[in-house]
């Protein structure tokens, strides 16, 4: 990524995480740009980070050698038809749009080599992790430019078939919510067991990090973790148990399916 020359296209929060983080990883300002369309937007991004923006999308992308596609999907037809003209064939063009598949970038925009990617909102903390798609069009070093890119803003990890991005957006995309809810539900619980709201939001969150540090640096998966917390008739297990018998592990299922449902979903409506 030493020379390459990065477009964001959309400057609003996950555009400049990437590009936060980038010129965190080395990039000079001079090797990145960014359009919007709000001033407030182009100013703040351009003071924060020294880069140059445009206000015009086409203007942008000029000589650029990577295109970041960080704009709504609602928007994403309009915008990649607007630039189709001014596009050159060995540009990539990056999409972290949700649900608009590689076919209907190719539709609007001709046979661009398409990256498709699913980051997630931690990524806003450069603790992120996104399911990354290459067309065949893609270059190895075209690859390896994306998984820099990402790789900016938290893990990258490529996959084989671009309808495991449907499984990926119920796991890791929509995933921080669910331990959102988790965290509110485990709150509330313990302020009806008697703790001052305060002490329990506290308790709560650091039990959360502490977990999530716990099960990334350990050398066995989450289950045998979870053994190992869980003494035979003690207070853990007697948590566990009700867990399960409730259903626990189906709910996920479900709800999981649910939302890799609604991903496949969305990618057919926007992608018309």
């Known amino acids: ?31 990145i740009r960014a359009s919007d369309p709000g001033e407030e937007t182009r100013a703040r991004v351009s003071a924060e980070h020294g880069i140059e923006v445009f206000a015009d999308n086409a203007d942008a992308i000029q ?62 903390l ?20 994306a998984q820099e890119l990402l790789s900016a803003v938290g893990v990258a990890l490529w996959l084989a078939e671009e309808q495991q991005l449907d499984a990926v957006t119920a796991v890791s995309g929509s995933g921080p919510a669910y331990f959102f809810l988790l965290i509110e539900a485990m709150t509330a619980a313990g302020v ?29 998966d989450a289950a045998e973790l979870r053994r190992r917390v869980t003494s035979p008739a ?3 297990e007697a948590a566990i148990k009700s867990f399960q018998a409730n259903g626990f592990e189906a709910l996920v299922e479900k709800a999981l399916g649910a939302a890799a449902h609604r991903s496949a979903e969305m990618a057919e409506q926007l992608g018309r």
């Open 126 to 145: 450069r603790q992120g992790v996104s399911g990354l798609f290459a067309t065949a069009q893609v270059s190895a070093e075209q690859r390896q430019q």
């Open 1 to 31: 990524m030493s020379k390459t020359r990065i477009a964001f296209i959309g400057a609003g929060n996950m555009a400049a995480s990437l590009i936060g983080g980038l010129r965190a990883k080395g990039l000079e300002a001079a090797q």
């Open 192 to 220: 009806k067991l008697g703790l001052p709201a305060d002490i329990a939001a506290q308790l709560t969150l650091q039990t959360a990090l502490g977990a999530a540090h716990m099960a990334v640096s350990s050398d066995v």
């Open 234 to 236: 003690g207070t853990t």
């Open 63 to 124: 000589g650029a050698d990577v295109i970041v596609l960080a704009v709504k999907p609602q928007a994403m037809k309009a915008v990649c038809e607007a630039i189709r003209p001014s596009l050159k064939p060995e540009q990539l063009v990056v999409s972290i749009a949700a649900g608009i598949t590689c076919a209907s970038m190719n539709n609007w925009l001709g046979a661009q080599p398409i990256v498709r990617c699913m980051p997630n909102t931690p990524a806003l």
